[in-house]
């Protein structure tokens, strides 16, 4: 069974940093664009890095710039999110998921459980 | 603009049938993709490019007309009783969003 499970989340201080971890087992993330996916307590999804298949191209949401890196390790079939200068606002759940798409539409087809972050002030 | 609009909360009659729309500009040059999310669980894919992957209900379809994505179930179960997000790339092509989610209420 493909599957996929995060792992890293804890609780943390305003300003501190960790990092998420992403195993896929059943399959290799290989062949897949990964996403990192967020979701703050009791609010809506918010997408938050995405990294090519071989690492040379990612993307991410504009607050999360310059303190986020996303990255990945196919041989290990492990993706990772590096989180510095953590605030507040990053609190949530977060969600590592594999990406589908063609030019005309995008989908994430399988998600993990999600780990939990919570940053005090 | 880069966003997707939904409605917060929609409700309907068991057995009944109920569209959940998406709204956005970019939605002109991609078809949005469909969640299904339950207290305390991950997103599960419902529809992409209005296509059920293997394993979803046929009650669950999709359609997309002009800026706006719709995913109708037909017969709405109590199991169906959850939060529903759309997805689609910005303008740009290079960033990824969400609707704003829609709780929908099985009465």
């Known amino acids: 069974e493909r599957e996929l499970v995060e792992s890293g989340g804890d609780f943390v201080q305003a300003g501190g940093s960790l990092r998420l971890s992403c195993a896929a087992s059943?399959?290799?993330?290989?062949?897949?664009?990964m996403s990192w996916v967020r979701q703050a307590p009791g609010k809506g999804l918010e997408w938050v890095a995405n990294?090519?298949?071989?690492?040379?191209?990612?993307y991410s949401v504009d607050s999360v710039k310059g303190r986020f890196t996303i990255s990945r390790d196919n041989a290990k079939n492990l993706l990772f999110l590096q989180m510095t200068s953590l605030r507040v606002e990053d609190t949530g759940a977060y969600f590592c998921?594999?990406?589908?798409?063609?030019?005309?539409?995008?989908?994430?087809?399988?998600w993990g459980r999600g780990t939990l972050v919570t940053v005090s002030s | 603009s880069s966003e997707l609009t939904q409605d917060p909360t929609v409700s309907v009659a068991l057995g009944q049938t109920v569209t959940i729309t998406c709204h956005g500009d970019?939605?002109?040059?991609?078809?949005a993709s469909w969640y299904q999310q339950k207290p305390g669980q991950a997103p599960v894919l419902l529809i992409y490019?209005?296509n059920r992957p293997a394993g979803i209900p046929d009650r669950f379809s999709g359609s997309h007309s002009g800026t706006t994505s719709s995913l109708t179930i037909t017969g709405a179960q109590a199991e169906d009783e959850a939060d529903y997000y759309c997805?689609?790339?910005?303008?740009?092509?290079?960033?990824?969003?969400f609707g704003g989610g829609t709780k929908l209420t099985v009465l």
């Open positions: 997805n689609s790339r910005d303008i740009g092509g290079k960033l990824l969003l």
């Open positions: 990294i090519k298949q071989d690492g040379s191209e990612n």
């Open positions: 059943g399959f290799s993330l290989g062949p897949f664009w």
């Open positions: 970019l939605l002109r040059s991609y078809f």
């Open positions: 998921a594999t990406e589908d798409s063609s030019s005309w539409y995008h989908y994430f087809g399988l």
């Open positions: 490019a209005n």
